[in-house]
């Protein structure tokens, strides 16, 4: 009997110094963590160390083996690895916020009253600057001129672009501020011309001709784009961005803000197709800090659908003749391929029409010749052929989608392919299975900043008005989990980051999200939303 009492007195001697053994600055408990690890695994509880996680398990097990300097009680509620916006536009988003909102607008007439309100809330002679409109919304689905920006702005340049970034209509003051003529050639852009003048509306290359304006911003606009933008991520559980098309001084600017601790967000910085750009970094090598991940480039191929600059093998079905633009040649995107290739660069290419993809298909595959895991992506890969898909696998070549784009050019989309070429647009489940995964993201600010948003158009094919009933084109809506996993660890894998992030796994960053509601499935999902966002173990919302 007194064997018996000394050994349960020394099992309990073992278990108190058992008990709490372990030091971690959070543990999150009473939870549904879904790992996304190889097994699919759900855990109720995480300890979380330097920013990184130590251990998932059961309850007890974490409660009892960790002294935890903060304990969350999940409530029961569901947890997810911090989402990572495939595609966006970080930068330009923040940008946007300080400049005239035309999104939503519907009508030109409502274009023209907010530019004059913010004209006189902003007076002064320097450029007026907006974006957001979207004529596929209005009555009057015209693209429009500038005959009364130019009798209501005579002297002041005013940039109002379209939704897309892919066509704006600019004032004279404008054009003659920037030495655009009529007879002006621009490769890949076009500037449209009524009885030998300009009508001031310009598409693809020809708006980029203004690019200088957005480089010119002065560094405590830029300071305030990038952290506005951060805060507006946080919020929707956003721990991670793709931002598609940044120039060295601004991926400066986020590196010093991010090692001054302004600056959070983890940024894979996709470096803009441009000489000066590309000698930079040919010279300077790729950067793989903490939180910003710089190599890839980011090439345009083509423009948009919607101001129809996506280049098609036919000609639009509601514009006989017009093909859309071609942004650069052929051999520009070889060049580019080719050195990418050579100093270790993923090329990633917009490529939104059926030529425009099949050109860069054969421009990929005429370089990379076969399998490998150089991870290129096609960003957007909207319209394909389907003699074009089966390139991918066979090139390795990542589709880098937006699902909320299928949701928001249905309405009209068929009017531009027709109803034959729009069987084959939008189809992201072909593309799941051509390649066994996709990046997926928003495009913001050209769509809305909200991944749960991009969940549903993925798995449920309808907008944030339930539109259309029954999806849009159901036929390719993802799975819950695959629209899951393209939100993190396909993302993370788009990025050469799976080894630290787009999972919850030991050693990894604790980068997640805790959401209200149910664990994410089919159904449900307008009504959840993100209550809390973590990064490095560190809460950010």
Known sequence: MKKFTLALL???????????????????????IHSLDAGGAVFQAMAVRDGRIVELGPERQILNRYAAKKVVDAAGRAVYPGFIDGHCHFFGYGLNKQ????????????????????ATAHPGEGWILGRGWDQNDWAEQALPGNAELNTLFADRPVLLQRVDGHAAVVNQAALTRVGLEPGTRIEGGLMVMKDGKPTGLLVDNAVSVFQKIFDEADEATKRKALLEAQADCFEVGLTMVCDAGLDVGTIELIRTMQREGALKMRVYAMVADGEDNLAHFAKNGAIKDERLVVRSVKVYADGALGSRGALLKQPYSDEPGHHGLQLASREHFL????????????????????????????????????????RWRIEHAQVLSPEDRPKFGAFSIIPSVQPTHATSDGPWAE??????????????????????????????????????????????????????????????????????????????????????????????????????GASLGKGGVERTRVVSTYLAGEQVK
């Open 415 to 516: 009017a531009r392919l027709g109803p034959e070429r729009i069987k084959h647009a939008y189809a992201y489940e072909d593309l799941r299975k051509t390649m066994g995964l996709l990046a997926l993201g928003t495009d913001f600010p050209v769509e809305g900043i909200d991944p749960l948003a991009t969940y549903r158009a993925a798995v449920e094919r309808r907008d944030a008005q339930g539109w259309p009933e029954g999806g849009y084109m159901p036929e390719n809506a993802l799975s819950p989990d695959d629209a899951v996993r393209g939100m993190t660890i396909w993302n993370a894998i788009a990025t050469f980051t799976e080894n630290e992030l787009g999972s919850l796994e030991p050693g990894k960053w604790a980068d997640f999200v805790v959401l209200d």
């Open 99 to 118: 400049k005239v909102d035309l999104s939503g607008t519907r009508s030109w007439a409502e274009v023209l009253e907010r530019t004059q309100a913010f």
């Open 335 to 374: 060049e580019v391929a080719e050195w990418c290739k050579e100093h270790g660069f993923q090329m990633n290419t917009h490529c939104i029409g059926d030529s425009a993809n099949k050109l860069l298909l054969d421009v990929y595959g005429e370089v990379l010749g076969g399998t490998n895991d150089l």
């Open 10 to 32: 020394l099992h309990g001697i073992l278990i108190t110094g058992c008990y709490q053994s372990q030091e971690a600055d959070l543990v999150i408990h009473n939870a549904r």
